[in-house]
């Protein structure tokens, strides 16, 4: 319940948001600015790793604990043609490239659906083998962090159902157990489930107990837990397939000035695992989404506001909006278009894209609007590699305007639009078009009709 506090406003209450025992820090300017000044402090690669214990890699513990007959490991194997890139620490990780089931981001799916259609076309493009089943369930981290509301058992349970899913999805096509590896697309769930993961391989209390649950369910493996060799990101395939992509481009983008918006979810969380190259800002940040724009052409534009949260936090977006709105604003695309002069905002998460893209219009509020196209990293990839605007990257359920960054990139968008209103009649004649074959999406239940598994 919102907090009243006598003389905030013209009715005499102050809504915090944030419950009874909130209170207002009511600091000078000069004290808030020190409060905040860490924020541009220059943070890079070399900083996280400073005066920090390193941390052990939890896979030596998953491969001893499937040595001692724990838990079972589904592996990143040969046939998933894995390419091998190095973390904060300099571990090695494989990323898997073909043979990928794909675990679908709710917010994506329901605020912009160009994010995954746009993967799903590129993985056509090159060839590459995936299935993109419905039996999937939401990762549920959303709840847990906006709310507290979840715990680990439940957080637990829902990650190993979902990956035991991606471990039997190919016995409906008759091929073996392990055939997809699970790609996931969300960052608030990816960083949750390594996290998850982490507590899964320290804790046997917490693998007593989701054994049990899973096993009601039937989401065992010879009656052990599956725990992934790899927790892998959608932007670290696109990283790794960076210049297959570049093999396919049709627009030249070396004229636009692009912002990164790395996503707290997926270099923060576990940091141990994120991927760093030294070809890449010298090694010193994260290497998703700046490799494949840099790869593309585009100008990677530094401001000093990079580390900072788009403003989504799960919290606050639920209980004090307002603050979310001005962060995003005045924190992250004021200053991209002030200070770096930006044509576009990249990110490679749900909730930021979400985040930077749909509130813009509250800028106009104080009379100091400001615009920036905000897309995915995905999304800009297949728009210069000649996706269709509006049929693949879906710019129409985007908020901030993308019409100027198409005309610099020497897209008629109004051509296209013209095409896709086209093209909505045909759809709503019965006329259908697909980049997936439906009859895949469905692999067990009552809904299931046997296949051959062609695409």
């Not at 962090?145 to 039997?168: C, D, K, M, P, T």
């Amino acid at each position: 319940m919102a907090d009243k506090k006598p003389g905030a406003n013209g009715n005499g209450e102050h809504f915090t948001g944030h419950g009874s025992d909130w209170r207002p820090a009511d600091l000078s300017a000069s004290d808030a600015r020190a409060a905040t000044a860490w924020v541009e402090q220059k943070i890079d690669r070399r900083s996280m790793l400073t005066n920090k214990d390193r941390v052990k890699d939890v896979r030596d513990l998953m491969w001893q604990l499937e040595k001692d007959g724990e838990i079972v490991v589904h592996r990143v194997t040969d046939e998933h043609k894995p390419i091998t890139v190095k973390t904060l620490y300099g571990w090695d990780k494989r990323i898997p490239t073909t043979r990928l089931w794909h675990h679908k981001s709710c917010g994506q799916c329901g605020n912009i659906p160009g994010y995954p259609t746009s993967l799903l076309w590129l993985m056509n493009q090159i060839g590459t083998e995936y299935i993109d089943e419905t039996d999937q369930t939401s990762c549920t981290a959303w709840n847990y962090h906006g709310s507290g509301i979840g715990n680990l058992e439940s957080l637990s349970a829902v990650f190993l159902r979902n990956f035991h899913q991606a471990y039997v999805a190919a016995k409906a096509e008759g091929l073996p157990e392990g055939y997809y590896y699970p790609l996931v697309h969300c960052g608030t769930s990816f960083g949750n489930y390594k996290e998850v993961r982490g507590y899964l391989l320290r804790s046997a209390a917490l693998r007593e107990k989701v054994t049990a649950i899973l096993g009601k369910l039937g989401r065992l493996v010879d009656g052990k837990l599956l725990i992934p060799e790899e927790v892998v990101h959608y932007s670290e395939w696109l990283h790794v397939m960076r210049n297959d992509i570049r093999d396919r481009q049709e627009i030249d983008c070396g004229d636009i000035r692009a912002t990164i918006h790395p996503a707290c979810h997926v270099y923060k969380m576990v940091p141990e695992d994120a991927i760093y190259d030294d070809d890449i800002l010298e090694g010193n940040r994260l290497a998703v989404s700046t490799g494949i724009m840099e790869t593309l052409g585009a100008q990677v534009i530094d401001y000093s506001t990079w580390y900072d949260c788009c403003g989504f936090g799960f919290r606050h977006i639920i209980s004090e909006r307002e603050f979310t709105r001005s962060f995003a604003i005045d924190r992250k695309i004021r200053v991209a278009v002030e200070e770096a002069k930006a044509d576009v905002m990249i990110g490679h998460d749900t909730g930021c894209i979400t985040t930077l893209d749909k509130n813009q219009w509250i800028s106009k509020a104080t009379g100091k609007g400001v615009e920036l196209p905000i897309l995915a990293d995905c999304q800009f990839a297949a728009l210069v590699c000649g996706a269709h605007p509006y049929k693949i990257v879906q710019s129409h359920w985007h908020a901030s305007p993308t019409e100027r960054l198409m005309e610099q990139l020497g897209i008629d968008w109004q051509a296209k639009k013209a095409e896709f209103e086209a093209y909505l009649k045909d759809v709503e004649a019965g006329k259908q078009e697909n980049l997936y074959d439906p009859r895949r999406m469905i692999t067990s239940g009552p809904g299931f009709k046997p296949h051959s598994g062609g695409a």
